[in-house]
């Protein structure tokens, strides 16, 4: 009896990015919500098309790699990069575009107000959609008295408070990818591929 084979390396395969990703995977919700969007409304720095020179990336790819890193957990512009070139979702949101880490963290850079107000707007969103902060809440055939806590009411300083918390955190999540872009020492980096 013999182990399971797999397929040859040589072997060639006809398939799409699009085949590799189900309809209901997150990916395409980010998509569809960064198309919907004027990118100048929102104060995003758009840049112009120049006549010479290499064509830029388009602000929406930028703005698809950071929401995709903001659900994923993924906070350093050098491991978006990597995540570019080896994950299959972010090729199909991107439609296999693969900016360096330096493009990435220059977008950062210069939209950190824009995209506070971005990442502020999509939770929003989603949050709205139902999509987040549902809590599901199951009796086993225990009776239960009603009653109403701090925790279940909200008032407008509470939700201002809520409000300041995401923008926070949202500070917190571009720190983090300001200390993580810092750490990557490119001395180290070229060490290793001289070696």
Not at 66 to 71: E, W
Not at 92 to 117: M, Q, T, V
Not at 124 to 149: P, Y
């Amino acid at each position: 009896m013999q182990h399971i084979i797999g397929i040859s390396r040589q072997q060639m395969r006809f398939s799409s990015l699009e085949d590799t990703i189900s309809p209901d995977n997150q990916v395409r919700f980010i998509d569809a919500f960064v198309e919907f969007f004027d990118l100048s409304k929102l104060d995003f720095a758009v840049k112009t098309l120049k006549t010479e020179g290499r064509p830029s990336f388009n602000s929406k790819v930028f703005l698809k790699i950071y929401l995709y890193g903001y659900l994923n957990g993924l906070r350093s512009s050098r491991k978006l990069k990597k995540e570019c070139l080896r994950n299959i979702e972010l090729q199909w949101l991107l439609e296999d575009i693969r900016p360096n880490y330096h493009s990435i963290s220059d977008f950062r850079k210069s939209n950190p107000i824009a995209l506070k107000k971005l990442f502020k707007l999509y939770v929003l969103f989603l949050k709205d959609a139902d999509l987040i902060g549902c809590e599901t809440i199951a009796i086993d055939g225990t009776k239960s008295r009603a009653h109403n806590s701090k925790k279940a009411n909200f008032n407008q300083k509470k939700i201002d408070k809520h409000v300041d918390y995401i923008e926070v955190k949202t500070q917190k999540y571009l720190n983090a990818l300001e200390e993580n872009d810092a750490k990557d020492n490119p001395a180290k980096i070229q060490n290793i591929q001289q070696k």
